[in-house]
């Protein structure tokens, strides 16, 4: 009953339309000329709002939110704008939007329960600001840089160069975990050595290297010991702290030295090893 009203209600508003066009004479012209000069307007209103919002050190995110708040005002004041021109009854327009919500609420609930989920699983974003852009994140089985917060979704860049475009309601409904959040991170390193080696010089060689890097942090102290002792190797843990901007640069330099360092003091780092025992196929045929 309410979508057969909503229809009955669309199609009086269309035939008003058509006849305000048809009886506008030359106000058509002037209203068609407004709202091209205000839609380009309205863009122009969003990007120089966000640039703006920028200047004052805002989040990108709440920019992007603003402008585009800003822009979809702008856009119901041009629409109306020319609709008034013509002579158009703005309040017929109202009309048809409210009936128009109550027949795509029906048929689509689903649809707009997700669009307002994200909606305000952004608004969650960017006034609680888990993560911000520039943020190095994982969550909803992805990781990657924060490129940009949107207001139904946020756009990750992973190392490779590929954009992950990410619901954001599947990021607030799940463990976000952002690395890039604290100043300082530990680096968790982890070396097998055979069970031949000397353990205290394996823990003066990580130590000395720990220390001849300016970018190892001394306080809090590195942790050096044995971890496990495994099958066929002993496992020794290394664990550092640097500067979050510094994690994967020191990484990789330390896991370059330590092989280095190990191959000058004899330290071996034992290849996996596999027992495999074969039965002999003749001896079972001959029996």
Same mark, same amino acid.
Do not use: W
């Given at each position: 009953?309410?979508?057969?009203?909503?229809?009955?209600?669309?199609?009086?508003?269309?035939?008003?339309?058509?006849?305000?066009?048809?009886?506008?004479?030359?106000?058509?012209?002037?209203?068609?000329?407004?709202?091209i000069l205000g839609l380009y307007a309205c863009r122009l209103l969003k990007k120089h709002s966000r640039n703006f919002i920028l200047k004052h050190n805002v989040e990108r995110g709440v920019a992007n939110f603003a402008s585009y708040a800003i822009y979809g005002i702008g856009l119901i004041i041009v629409?109306?704008?020319?609709?008034?021109?013509?002579?158009?009854?703005?309040?017929?327009?109202m009309t048809v939007m409210v009936s128009l919500v109550g027949v795509v609420g029906l048929s689509l609930g689903l649809a707009f329960k997700e669009i307002l989920s994200n909606l305000g699983a952004g608004?969650?974003?960017?006034?609680?600001?888990?993560?911000?852009?520039?943020?190095? +994140?994982?969550?909803?089985?992805?990781?990657?840089?924060? =490129? @940009? *917060?949107?207001?139904?979704?946020?756009? $990750?860049?992973?190392?490779?160069?590929?954009?992950?475009?990410?619901?954001n309601f599947k990021l607030t409904s799940d463990n976000i975990?952002?690395?890039?959040?604290?100043?300082?991170?530990? +680096?968790?390193?982890?070396?097998?050595?055979?069970?031949? =080696? @000397? *353990?205290?010089?394996?823990?003066?060689? $990580?130590?000395?290297?720990?220390?001849?890097?300016?970018?190892?942090?001394?306080d809090p102290t590195p942790i050096i010991g044995l971890n496990t002792l495994g099958d066929n190797a002993m496992q020794i843990a290394a664990r550092p702290w640097v500067k979050t901007d510094d994690y994967w640069d020191v990484y990789f330099d330390v896991m370059e030295k330590v092989k280095t360092?190990?191959?000058?003091?004899?330290?071996?780092?034992?290849?996996?090893?596999?027992?495999?025992?074969?039965?002999?196929l003749d001896d079972d045929l001959s029996k």
């Open positions: 009953m309410v979508t057969g009203v909503s229809t009955q209600v669309s199609q009086q508003t269309v035939e008003t339309f058509f006849h305000a066009v048809k009886n506008s004479g030359p106000k058509l012209i002037y209203a068609i000329v407004v709202l629409i109306m704008t020319s609709l008034d021109i013509i002579n158009f009854p703005v309040q017929s327009v608004m969650i974003i960017l006034f609680f600001q888990p993560f911000k852009t520039g943020d190095y +994140i994982g969550g909803s089985g992805v990781e990657g840089t924060v =490129s @940009d *917060i949107q207001i139904f979704s946020t756009i $990750l860049k992973t190392p490779d160069n590929k954009a992950i475009i990410v619901p975990i952002n690395y890039t959040h604290q100043e300082n991170r530990r +680096i968790d390193f982890l070396f097998g050595v055979s069970y031949d =080696s @000397d *353990i205290k010089m394996v823990k003066q060689v $990580l130590d000395k290297i720990f220390k001849e890097d300016k970018r190892i942090l001394q360092k190990f191959d000058e003091n004899n330290i071996e780092i034992p290849f996996p090893t596999r027992v495999v025992y074969c039965k002999n």
